[in-house]
């Protein structure tokens, strides 16, 4: 049977390499997929910051304390940084997926302008949302991590993860609806 | 992939929800997921493999059981050891000060004493659990020590390292001023020596450790400080003038004394206690 998470983290306070590997192996895409939404579709960024949070959570392995759950420990380094990034550097950039080269150009065929189009209008509800909301849809529907997990990663009561759910969700279908109306006509 | 629904590991999510809900939030979900998720970059992983391997020798690995806590020689090489490590980060200016200032209150004393003045009349007296209070107050906040966080990151526990800290400065503050206070009763007769370390050991340890706990709450230096001095000024004048603020208890009785020496460590404790929660991830950042 494959060792947990939390065995490896384990095996990593003592020193064993082979279980770095293997955490990196686990979790490295989908945080970077979590950091990507984070970082609103800026690939380069996100690759940065995903960087630094399996760095800062070698150097720190020795606070991970056994068998508490290690990704939301993971992903709470993650969040951290993330929101340190924006609120320190003060830029709470609006450009997102527009001058993202993760995303076709003009030139590029239909299929792909159709789907760059369609992540800027993802994006740009998403930043319709106060960030307590954003983290917890984004890591919710893109994750997948359960309720307890948004809980322990974000550091707050499991009714506040349901209660932001509940209205980002509200929010994003309010803003669903409009655009369908706007369309419409 | 949508929350309170079915999950990619198949499982149904344990709280369920009201039909209308979980629609909303199906609906939800498949907009979300036309936003895709760019496909991994193996090259970028093996980068980071690699940044981590090199990485890994300079982590020092924690042993399964700690043996300091089976061998009381260990235990004090590693208490010397952090406390060592301590002494070097505390601000060296912080040092100089404290120890300059509790001097320079000595010297105020020797010189414009009278030998009516006794205990709390004495200037020594007012000015060292003051500046052992300022010196505390620096001891926790990345404005006053901007390796915090990268120490916070180290297998020891935030507690160890504040408390250790605060064990150093207020010792040497502790030493500094009973030399002072020795100093002080040979140069006269009249002053004895241990009325006049009653009359500033309770203060100072009572002031010291509000402070303390004032900069683990606010994490914020200068306003632990600014309290901690304007709760000293209002005893002070309390004490002296029965001036108000009239609410402010006379802290310099003797009475009160045990009282201050007792609470001193209830406030440590509970000031350890809100830095461990405040830090209780590690590489929390602020």
């Known amino acids: 049977m494959a060792a947990s998470d939390e065995q490896l983290a384990q095996g990593l306070q003592q020193g064993d390499r082979a279980t770095l590997t293997a955490l990196v192996e686990r979790h490295y895409d989908s945080l970077m997929g979590y950091l990507y939404r984070m970082a609103r579709g800026d690939r380069a960024l996100a690759q940065d910051l995903a960087q630094e949070t399996f760095l800062r959570a070698l150097r720190g392995i020795g606070g991970y304390q056994y068998p508490r759950p290690f990704k939301p420990w993971l992903y709470a380094i993650a969040t951290n940084l993330a929101r340190n990034y924006y609120t320190s550097a003060d830029m709470r950039h609006t450009e997102s997926a527009d001058d993202d080269a993760d995303y076709a150009s003009d030139d590029a065929p239909d299929g792909a302008l159709l789907e760059r189009e369609e992540a800027r209008t993802v994006i740009a509800a998403?930043?319709?949302?106060?960030?307590?909301?954003?983290?917890?849809?984004?890591?919710?529907?893109y994750q997948s991590l359960s309720l307890q997990a948004i809980a322990d990663t974000l550091d707050i009561p499991?009714?506040?993860?349901?209660?932001?759910?509940?209205?980002?969700?509200?929010?994003?279908?309010?803003?669903?609806?409009?655009?369908?109306?706007?369309?419409e006509r | 992939m949508y929350p309170n629904?079915?999950?990619?590991?198949?499982?149904?999510?344990?709280?369920?929800?009201?039909?209308?809900?979980?629609?909303?939030?199906?609906?939800?979900?498949?907009?979300?997921?036309?936003?895709?998720?760019?496909?991994p970059d193996p090259a970028a992983k093996a980068q980071l493999l690699e940044l981590l391997a090199a990485e890994m020798p300079a982590i020092a690995p924690q042993p399964a059981?700690?043996?300091?806590?089976?061998?009381?020689?260990?235990?004090?090489?590693w208490a010397w050891l952090i406390l060592r490590?301590?002494?070097?980060?505390?601000?060296?200016?912080?040092w100089a000060a404290s120890g300059l200032v509790i001097t320079l209150g000595a010297f105020v004393t020797l010189a414009f004493y009278q030998p009516a003045q006794s205990g709390t009349e004495l200037p020594f007296v007012l000015v060292a659990p003051l500046v052992a209070a300022c010196g505390v107050a620096f001891l926790y906040g990345l404005e006053a020590d901007p390796t915090l966080e990268l120490q916070l990151a180290t297998p020891i526990s935030p507690r160890v390292i504040l408390l250790a800290r605060l064990a150093l400065l207020f010792g040497f503050?502790?030493?500094?001023?009973l030399v002072c206070s020795i100093v002080l009763s040979l140069a006269q007769v009249q002053i004895s020596l241990v009325p006049l370390i009653a009359a500033w050991l309770a203060p100072m340890t009572f002031l010291s450790a509000l402070a303390f706990l004032l900069s683990v709450l606010f994490f914020d230096a200068l306003a632990s400080v600014l309290i901690s001095l304007l709760l000293w000024v209002s005893i002070t004048l309390r004490h002296f003038t029965e001036l108000p603020p009239s609410f402010v208890p006379d802290l310099l009785l003797p009475n009160v004394y045990p009282a201050m020496l007792l609470s001193a460590p209830a406030l440590v404790l509970l000031a350890l206690i809100i830095a461990e929660r405040e830090e209780r991830w590690a590489g929390g950042v602020r």
């Open chain 1, 126 to 141: 998403l930043d319709t949302l106060p960030d307590h909301q954003r983290e917890v849809i984004v890591l919710s529907f």
């Open chain 1, 158 to 183: 499991l009714g506040t993860v349901k209660s932001r759910l509940s209205i980002g969700v509200k929010r994003l279908r309010e803003r669903m609806e409009a655009q369908d109306d706007v369309s």
């Open chain 2, 5 to 39: 629904g079915k999950h990619s590991s198949g499982m149904q999510h344990p709280d369920p929800v009201p039909d209308e809900e979980h629609e909303g939030q199906e609906a939800v979900g498949a907009f979300l997921h036309q936003w895709r998720t760019p496909a």
């Open chain 2, 65 to 77: 059981a700690n043996p300091t806590h089976r061998n009381p020689r260990l235990s004090l090489r």
């Open chain 2, 85 to 94: 490590s301590q002494t070097r980060l505390v601000h060296p200016a912080t």
């Open chain 2, 173 to 177: 503050n502790l030493v500094i001023t």
